[in-house]
Antibody
Framework: EVQLVESGGGLVQPGGSLRLSCGAS????????MSWVRQAPGKGLEWVAN????????YFVDSVRGRFTISRDNAKNSLDLQVNSLTAEDTAIYYC???????????????WGQGTMVTVSS | EIVLTQSPATLSLSPGERAILSCRAS??????FAWYQQRPGQAPRLLIY???NRATGIPARFSGSGSGTDFTLTISSLEPEDFAVYYC?????????FGGGTKVEIK
């Protein structure tokens, strides 16, 4: 079964950091770009970051660039998101997603994890 | 940044009716366009990719059309499980962006 499982969320104070992780199974992880997408409580979806197959290409939404880092370990089938300098605006469910369907280098998000909640509050 | 504007914000329909959801992009994105469904408490699910291709396991009542700046998702006959929020998304240029969503609710 194709599956993504996130972990690492929690309650953190403003200015704090967390490391979110995503474990992949059921597909050849190293063949795919991978992504993080977040959703603030009661709000819509926001793309956060993408990483290409060998980790040499990384892309971020402006609001997190310089504060968040995306990385992957193809040997362990894992994807990470290091989130630093957190503010209340970063409070959201963070989804790991595979952009695997469609033409081009990366596709639409065809596989999603269940999400991990990050709450930034004092 | 490409802005995606979805309309209407809310669509009130009865089971068996046809739903037509629209999404307009602020710039042309070719066919690098997708639709997602999100039910309460669940992760989003891919419905349509590359504007008109149904994702694996998606029923034929869901169809997508459009290119350039105007896209449509049609649900031919609403089933009870189709009442949910629908998002459009573009991957034609960075940053990847989503529309604000259309809620399809039971009338």
């Amino acid at each position: 079964e194709v599956q993504l499982v996130e972990s690492g969320g929690g309650l953190v104070q403003p200015g704090g950091s967390l490391r979110l992780s995503c474990g992949a199974s059921g597909f050849i992880f190293s063949n795919y770009w991978m992504s993080w997408v977040r959703q603030a409580p009661g709000k819509g979806l926001e793309w956060v970051a993408n990483i290409n197959q060998d980790g040499s290409g990384k892309y971020f939404v402006d609001s997190v660039r310089g504060r968040f880092t995306i990385s992957r370990d193809n040997a362990k089938n894992s994807l990470d998101l290091q989130v630093n300098s957190l503010t209340a605006e970063d409070t959201a469910i963070y989804y790991c997603a595979r952009p695997g369907s469609g033409s081009g280098s990366y596709g639409a998000f065809d596989i999603w994890g269940q999400g991990t909640m990050v709450t930034v509050s004092s | 940044e490409i802005v995606l504007t979805q309309s209407p914000a809310t669509l009130s329909l009865s089971p068996g009716e046809r739903a037509i959801l629209s999404c307009r992009a602020s710039q042309s994105i070719g066919r690098y366009f997708a639709w997602y469904q999100q039910r309460p408490g669940q992760a989003p699910r891919l419905l349509i990719y590359d504007a008109s291709n149904r994702a694996t396991g998606i029923p034929a009542r869901f169809s997508g059309s459009g290119s350039g700046t105007d896209f449509t998702l049609t649900i031919s006959s609403l089933e009870p499980e189709d009442f949910a929020v629908y998002y459009c998304q573009q991957r034609g240029s960075w940053p990847l962006t989503f529309g604000g969503g259309t809620k399809v609710e039971i009338k």
